[in-house]
């Protein structure tokens, strides 16, 4: 199909997210809640079929097992991995206007960018993103914990547990997927930056001095796994972090962005975390957590790790962005449609009614319920076969079975790809096998 093809803005891309039902601000009939949103009925399960591909190309393997650990953590936690000292963004007040910014993504000496007065930022002072709560009924003897900024540190305190129970052997990782908190000072660009977002996080131990080759073997695992997604490759490059850009835990890492509407963008970091971890929760726990190396004469340490770790929701973004366009075909009129991955497609078919007539409700109402036996998919008889098309481009449906009046004599229907726009005649009885062929290619 000769179609003009282009990106959508940002702006565009959240309209449609709202207005098909993918993506919703939070607490939004009361003003919405910033840098916070609700999965709507498609978001969740173009959301659930990441997660699901994540944790099945994680925990598949035989070297990776999974957790599920608690949100809320013992607060000498986050002593131990430096978030209290350490996960903080150097903050600055306009004095003028009140605006808030990060002190290191602004000139300060250019003014402030919101109201342009110059000589009027506060100093700029730390401020810790991580969330703080209180546990406990009374309140005076509460205790002060924290939402956790990352679910990395569920995967090291339960390092022992994990390795003895599973018996494993080095290199074995963990991997484990969750809600993660961060009270973000300039959050945005829709969900790229959020306050509450997920997590799919995998830690690997390795034995010290091995870290560089489990960097390359984990760089490409994951990189493969990105365009397995669909994601164009000329749209992801690996980011290099300069050695005095490093986090306090690490001795080297790698990004892998996308490049957004806004430009080139962080997805995955590839962390090399050293023993830095582990080290800190033997010194603060005062439990041993050394691994016993029975291969090599019960030598006692503490592995390294390499860490792969990506937000959900910004992969999720990044899938969406890639697969949004709005084409003017050759033949017909202009369509914004989202050209995800079957696999990753919300619903996989759409059957539509030619019109709302029992004697063709009777059929269709057979074909859908047979089809959602293995796919989910959606029933829809309102409005034109033109405008239902549109809808379901719109949400990137690979395929819509249409049943019409010859499909009561020759017991077809028209089967029409979201992509070729093409429409083909299938026998029903050939229908559901014709659709996996094509549904479960990737
Ligand atoms: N355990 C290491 C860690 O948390 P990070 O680079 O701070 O590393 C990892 O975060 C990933 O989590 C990022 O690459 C990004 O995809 C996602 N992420 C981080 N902050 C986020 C936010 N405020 N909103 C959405 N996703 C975020």
Redesign the pocket.
Known sequence: MGAESNLGSMAELASLCKRRGFIFQSSEIYGGLS?CYDMGPLGIELKRNLKQRWWQAMTHRRDVVGIDASILMHPMVWKASGHIDNFSDPLVDCKKCKARFRADQIDLNAGCPSCGAKGEFTEPRPFNLMFKTRMGAVENEAMDVYLR?????GIFVNFLNVQSTMRLKLPFGIAQIGK?F?N?IT?GNF?????????M?MQYFIKPGTQKEAMAMWKEVRWNWHVGLGLRPERLRFAPHPADKL?HYADA?V??EYEFPQGFG????I?S?TNFDLTEHQKYSGKNLQYVDQENGNQKYIPYVL?T???????LLAVLCDAYRQETPDEGEPRTVLRLSPALAPLKFAVLPLMKKPELEKVANQVFDDLALDFPGEYDTSGSIGKRYRRQDEIGTPYCVTIDYTTLEDQAVTVRSRDTMAQERINISQLKDYLKQRLLQK
Not at 191 to 199: D, G, L, N
Not at 266 to 269: A, C, D, L, Q, S
Request: net charge negative; no cysteine; proline share 5%.
């Open positions: 840098a900024p990352e679910t990395a540190q993660a961060r973000e959050p969900i790229f930056r959020m306050r509450e977002f997920e997590q996080e986090a890492a990004d892998i962080e997805v995955e970091g962390h975390r860490e770790s990506i937000g959900l929701d910004r992969v």
